[in-house]
């Protein structure tokens, strides 16, 4: 049973344009996610899912460059574009991140892998709800139930956002929502790259940790930003755009 | 309706590899009451029930837990659903979070993460004990008591399952919404176990106890990460 962990990522965000290739510590914002990424196990491929605009080349270089693969297809219909990725690789899971996520906690990745695998679930997420801080985002489901949506008539936004048809219709399936234990319970928090203060925000959390990036953990992120309170004040005013 | 959620923990004295070790004394205090004191912390609850059997020596039990306000209710010491099943109607509980006293280390976080996720993904049944995981006795599980019924109804036959509550749920997985949580990597340790099962145990809780109180964590405190790290460090 192939599990591909698809990022989907473009260059051309409303609100940040090329946001993937800022660097931090000289490397870029998805060098740093698929560096991270690849300490992983139980995953068959890593795929980038991009669009077939021209400004888009660079990721398709980026991944030859660093021996994973790269799927392009649609700007609009993102659903449409990771289910042509997941059937190519012939994925049994997807794996979904999405590139703005670099510092995505990688245990809770294995954990919700562990309980789709062990339920025999068709959909666990820890977003959904958001309990956890917006930038932790993982969903991971079969590709059976994404192929079988697709086949009905899929809204503007629901090709948008890849998970919104099944979502929308949870009760239909084996659907669980991991809800943060205490110690990781922070849903207003953001680790994510939206805009350029998002930056400024990382590259503050990844000078303080001092280890390997690979072990950064939710909880130290956490940690970090409680003994730093300040570095809030540099994204906390920020409107997050949801799906729903 | 609001549903009423109760804790039950299953206990008898009759043990056959420690008897009486519920009774067991760690920094004056019997091991029971330590439970009794760490479930008290368990968010959400309306009620802590002592479920124990009818046999004249669990009258202690019985004791200890109306000296420290907990419920009890008194039932067949074989058949350990049904007397889940009759405390919860005595006590109007909807919602059964199942815990055995041989667990008295059972981290109260972990429970609450366990509820919130019943609650939330609307289930019929979850658990946190899929092995290989957590160290042993962190084990809670929770259900509706309508589940329980409807799964004893189904199993009144077999033996098993009327000693082991829970067995015919898990087991038919496609009747019933059920769910396994798996430990973040950071409380993964399989090997460790914290339960209350032989003498040795008990001397090991003891020492821990001890090595905690020095740090002035009382027993009912300790959470499942510091266990680790002081068996890590051991």
Known sequence: ?244 | MKNNIGVIIEARLNSSRLPNKHLKVILDIPLIVHLFTRLKKVKNISKIILATTDSKRDDKLENLAKKNKISVYRGDEYNVKKRVIEAAKKFKIDIIISITADCPLIDNNLIDYCLQNFLHNKLDYINNLDYPGLPGGMNCQIFYTKTLIKSYKLCIKNKLNLEHPTLFILRNKKLFRTFSLRPNINLFYPNLRYELDTIDDYKEMKQIAVYFNTKKIKFSDITCNELINYSIAK
């Open chain 1, 1 to 244: 049973m192939k599990n591909v962990l698809i990022i989907t990522a473009r260059s051309n965000s409303s609100r940040l344009k090329n946001k993937h290739f800022l660097k931090i510590n000289n490397k870029t914002i998805i060098q740093i996610l698929v560096d991270r990424l690849k300490y992983l196990n139980n995953y068959s491929n890593i795929v980038i899912a991009t669009t077939t605009n021209p400004e888009d080349d660079k990721f398709q270089l980026f991944c030859k460059k660093n021996k994973i693969d790269c799927f392009r297809g649609s700007e609009n219909d993102v659903t449409g574009r990771v289910l042509k990725a997941a059937t190519l690789y012939k994925a049994y899971y997807i794996t979904l991140i999405t590139g703005d996520c670099p510092l995505v906690d990688l245990s809770i990745i294995e954990q919700l892998y562990e309980m789709i695998k062990i339920n025999k679930y068709d959909f666990v997420t820890n977003s959904d709800l958001r309990s956890y801080p917006d930038g932790m985002d993982v969903q991971i489901f079969k590709r059976s139930i994404l192929n079988e949506i697709y086949k009905t008539k899929l809204t503007k936004l629901e090709k948008e956002h890849v998970t919104l048809s099944i979502r929308r219709k949870k009760n239909k399936y084996k659907f669980f929502n991991l809800v943060a234990p205490k110690n990781l319970y922070w849903p207003e928090l953001a680790v994510t790259l939206d805009e350029i203060n998002d930056y400024y925000f990382l590259k503050e959390i990844v000078k303080k940790f001092s280890n390997n990036l690979r072990m950064i953990s939710c909880e130290d992120i956490i940690n970090i930003i409680r003994k730093n309170k300040k570095l809030l004040k540099l994204n906390n005013y920020i409107i997050r755009k949801g799906d729903n």
